[in-house]
């Protein structure tokens, strides 16, 4: 393959955001802060991207509002319904969106967010790096050994400010080249992000999506019976085969 980079390095990596060198480098401990704030930040934005966007992708859930709306109607023969209940299914899942996603953060931040050093630094197989622009971590990206041939892209997020310059594009590069030095066949990652950007930018770096889950039960969810109808979502499962790779020593720009 002709690329060679050092296991757990300090400080290889670097990109370019207007002209300034984006370095990525393994996690340390005072990057904690900054490491949590640009996860939770990031998981904050996945509310609003599952209660609205996501509404367009789950023809079943418009059906059974629908349903639900036509049934009030019949029963009630109120027109005002026709208006009320959409505006209420609307804020419902607002609700239930902020309800999973505050929970899967309560529970990221009591675990691995928490002990970042002892879940991704201590394991040969693991590893979380940042993100540096001009002395200030602005993004974050992990790997995770699943099996002696598989690893997987966690964590992955860039703070709001510094988008669209590359630094995710690096950040995963890293991932890629992790996996070629410790001797991975394949990166995997599942996402439940509406928005293009985290699909556009896997496949950038080669991944293919290779499954759906619909209805994913999201870590930290209760799967209540109002919380199965008004938070649905899709996970798309990616998988990249690190020989056909070729992403691992191309610039980005
Ligand atoms: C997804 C995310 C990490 C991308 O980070 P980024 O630093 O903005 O990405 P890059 O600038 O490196 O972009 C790399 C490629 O991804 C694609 N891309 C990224 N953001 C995009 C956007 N908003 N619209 C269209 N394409 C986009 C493009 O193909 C881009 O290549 P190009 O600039 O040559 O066109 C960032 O938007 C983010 O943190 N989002 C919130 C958290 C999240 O969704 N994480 C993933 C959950 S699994």
Redesign the pocket.
Known sequence: MGYKAPKKDGNKGGKYENGQIVLVREFQPADKPAVQRIFSE?LM??IPDTAFRGLKHHPESLLLYATMTVICFAITMCWWVIGLLPAAVVCLRYFYSRRVIHGYLRQAMSRDMEDIEGCYMKSPGSCLWVAVLQGKVV?VVAAVGRSASTVELQR???DQR?????????LGQKVLEFAVVNRYSSVV?G?T?Y????H??YQ?LGFHCVGVTNGYVTPGARQSLLERIFYRVRHHHYSLNVKDSKKLSNG??
């Open positions: 990031g934005e996945m993004g992955m997020c860039v510094h988008r669209r310059s590359g630094v995710g594009f690096a990652l996402t992000a928005t293009p950007a985290a556009l930018l950038r980005h720009h």
